[in-house]
């Protein structure tokens, strides 16, 4: 990302002496235990583009924060066709709605937050940076993307959805 084109055209949209902070989200279905009750949890991390990937990928470092975790959906009972697709659609629309709450703030910083003057946070050398934090890319496997998109597991991620 940070060797991109990406990058210096997102820099380019800013005023000079603009930090921009790529954000990368990532989410992971996590199984905890098999012996009681077949826990789960769905953790959401975030870390900073910024942190060099020898440091960010490190886990004692620290970089990565849990940012929230979603509710894990209940197994379907099987009782009926139309019940597992009912549980299903209420299954994705409290996703979709837990996913909103917690990465509002980033999707309403550019109008809140004035997207001429940016945020004023501290650095790591003292000095004030006036930063932009835009959620650049979401980490998770196939079956991850697809529970959170909403699409079937067996359609291919690189062609249209009929």
């Known amino acids: 990302m940070n060797s991109g084109d990406w990058w210096w055209e997102t820099q380019d949209k800013l005023p000079p002496g603009a930090t921009i902070v790529p954000l990368i989200g990532g989410s992971d279905e996590t199984q905890l235990t ?4 077949d ?12 942190i060099h990937s020898s440091i960010r990928n490190k886990y004692s470092y620290l970089a990565q ?8 959906p209940p197994k379907f009972r ?31 910083f550019p109008e809140e937050g004035d997207i001429n ?3 004023l ?18 980490l998770a496997d196939h079956m991850e993307h697809a529970n959170l998109m909403g699409v079937k597991y067996n359609s291919c991620p690189k062609c249209q959805v009929p």
């Open 34 to 37: 098999d012996f009681s009750g």
């Open 39 to 50: 826990q789960k949890a769905w953790p959401i991390y975030l870390t900073i583009q910024n």
């Open 65 to 72: 924060v849990v940012l929230a975790f979603l509710p894990v």
């Open 78 to 108: 099987g009782i009926s066709r139309s019940n597992d697709r009912i549980q299903r659609d209420m299954n994705q629309q409290v996703l979709c709605e837990v996913a909103k709450i917690v990465l509002d703030p980033l999707r309403r």
């Open 117 to 119: 003057t940016g945020a």
């Open 121 to 138: 946070w501290p650095c790591s050398d003292g000095k004030m940076r006036r930063c932009w934090p835009i959620l650049a890319s979401w």
